[in-house]
């Protein structure tokens, strides 16, 4: 790995290039050129998902939050004032998804023009929530439905009563979208204060991917991301003490499908990372 203008550069295996860039502001950069490729993704980032309702700010006490509260913010982040920024990112033949994990929250685009505006746009409707008391109360409405209609889905209900019945105490046990009662819990406050704790450019990270020139694309980012003072310290997160073993060793459930269901599932401590994460995953693959 070595420094090229300023940026990190490094080869990867699949002969292409990859280009890194810290900003003074905290948020990690990352651009694949990938010469005569006709769709462009631009995907941003943060560390922060449904497993973090207990954390504490550098200087600040620990807060304990309602569970879904990242899966909120990744609702409430498209809506606008006037609107939401769907229709925005058509306008220029676009689309734009998100999704919400254990661990991260990550917004995307794709398009075959006009990604200048679109990853201009995407670094802006991230920076920019619009919370109210009302729109935050509609939102409760439909993210209970959504909840539901998840909860009849077999493989959705199998997932589930697998991760009940292996843990006792860890939030990996409750769905990322939280419960119903936490839902209802949840307040503009408590959204604004997990927004303003982990939307913090140090805490994300921006990919680029497409027929782009690194040096220009970075330039892009620099001139449109917003303007944040980068935090110092580290967000801290809470888990409760979870048992070795088991709470459930069999769960069987009844419902009107034509094809029985079965899921194992193995309880290990978090002992690998990175590499040896992925190879411990491939092995279990392999295995099963």
């Known amino acids: 790995m070595r420094k090229e203008n300023t940026m990190e550069k490094t080869n990867t ?8 860039k810290d900003l003074p ?36 006490e620990v807060r304990n939050v309602p569970s879904g509260i990242a899966h909120f913010l990744e609702h409430k982040l498209f809506e606008e004032e006037d609107g939401n920024v769907f229709g925005r990112f058509a306008t220029w033949g676009a689309s734009v998804n998100a999704f919400t994990s254990y661990t991260q929250t990550s917004y995307l685009f794709s398009t075959t023009e006009n990604w200048q505006e679109c ?7 991230v920076n920019s929530p619009y919370l109210t008391r009302d729109n935050v109360e509609k939102e409760k409405g439909i993210i209970i439905q959504e909840l539901q209609m998840y909860a009849d ?14 843990y006792h105490e860890h939030p990996v046990r409750l769905d990322i979208g939280g419960t119903v009662d936490s839902v209802e819990e949840i307040t503009v406050d408590d959204l604004h204060r997990c927004y303003n704790t982990f939307y913090q450019p140090g805490n994300m990270a921006l990919a680029v991917v497409g027929d782009v020139d690194p040096i220009k694309t970075l330039q892009l980012i ?22 070795h073993e088991v709470k459930g060793s069999w769960v069987e459930e009844q419902l009107p ?19 040896d994460l992925l190879r411990q995953q491939i092995i279990m693959a392999i295995g099963m």
């Open 153 to 166: 889905h077999p493989s959705h209900r199998i997932h589930t009563l697998l991760l009940e019945n292996l």
């Open 222 to 243: 620099e001139e449109n991301y917003p303007d944040w003072e980068q935090e110092k310290g580290v967000i801290e997160r809470f888990f409760p003490e979870e048992p």
């Open 119 to 125: 990853l201009a746009l995407l670094m802006d409707f």
């Open 13 to 20: 295996p699949t002969g292409e290039t990859l280009y890194r």
């Open 257 to 275: 499908i034509s094809q029985p269901r079965y899921l194992l599932g193995f309880k290990h401590e978090p002992i690998w990372q990175g590499e």
């Open 25 to 60: 502001n905290g948020l990690t950069c990352f651009i694949l050129p990938k010469p005569q490729f006709l769709r462009t993704y631009g995907v941003l980032s943060t560390h922060y998902g449904s497993l973090d309702s207990r954390f504490r700010v550098p200087g600040g």
